[in-house]
């Protein structure tokens, strides 16, 4: 996969989560992210209706993967609303 955006020392990927299964394990340092968080909300390409078991176990695929493809040390950045406009419980 080509970097969208590329310097001396930082290469920068863009792409949904399925992107990354073209990297090796320990691949990044940082992976910045904002997932569907299972509101309703009508999103391209992505399932916004799930169950909630479903939606669990989907967050917990996508966190596996980014643990697996971060280096010992790599962050993992986790955009999450400020408000909440969902009661899930």
């Known amino acids: 996969m080509k970097p969208y955006f590329s310097l001396e020392k930082l290469d920068l990927y863009h792409g949904d989560v399925s992107v990354l299964e073209t990297f090796e394990k320990g691949f990044y340092d940082l992976c910045v992210t904002s ?3 299972n509101l ?3 999103y391209q390409g992505s399932n916004d209706f799930r169950a909630y078991d479903d939606y669990l176990n989907w ?3 996508w966190l596996k993967n980014c643990y697996f493809w971060g280096k010992e040390q790599a962050r993992l950045c986790l955009n999450v609303p400020l408000l909440q406009t969902y009661k899930i419980l």
């Open 35 to 37: 997932p569907p968080y």
């Open 59 to 61: 967050c917990k695929n």
């Open 40 to 42: 309703s909300i009508e």
